[in-house]
């Protein structure tokens, strides 16, 4: 992996040949084109779990087309870190019954997740829609 700049705030990582950008909000002195290094890693825990669950439905030939994993963060003021992450997998009401604690197992399982310190919470929950 191979970091660079690439003018004001942006930081880009050249990872196995895709470029992965970042730059900081106006706030924090950049142009907010491009998503904060912070957000990307929140979004590689969803993403992570995604494929996980995405996974789990093509071994089982259930249709994926319908679920969506939503992610929400608790930002701990007296710390200052975020200590609680919640992750949805939004199902449909088809999705078979038995599988949803073997899906929210599945979705624990990514690597990004169990890399995390174990101070922070991290849940998995099914919502049917």
């Known amino acids: 992996m191979e970091i660079f700049f690439n003018g004001k705030k942006q930081v880009f990582a050249d990872v196995n040949g895709h470029i992965i950008k970042t730059d900081q909000s106006p706030r924090g002195g950049g142009d907010g084109e491009f998503p904060e290094p912070f957000t990307l890693?929140?979004?590689?825990?969803?993403?992570?779990?995604?494929?996980?669950?995405?996974?789990f439905?093509?071994?089982?030939?259930i249709p994926a087309e319908d679920i969506k994993l939503t992610q929400a963060q608790n930002y701990n003021p007296i710390k200052k870190l975020i200590d609680q992450i919640e992750i949805q997998i939004h199902v449909p009401a088809i999705f078979p019954e038995k599988y949803e604690s073997a899906v929210i197992n599945t979705a624990s399982l990514c690597a990004v997740k169990r890399h995390l310190k174990d101070d922070i919470e991290v849940s998995v929950k099914v919502v049917r829609h």
Do not use: E, N, P
């Open 41 to 55: 890693f929140l979004a590689s825990l969803g993403t992570c779990a995604g494929i996980y669950v995405k996974s």
């Open 57 to 61: 439905c093509d071994q089982r030939g």
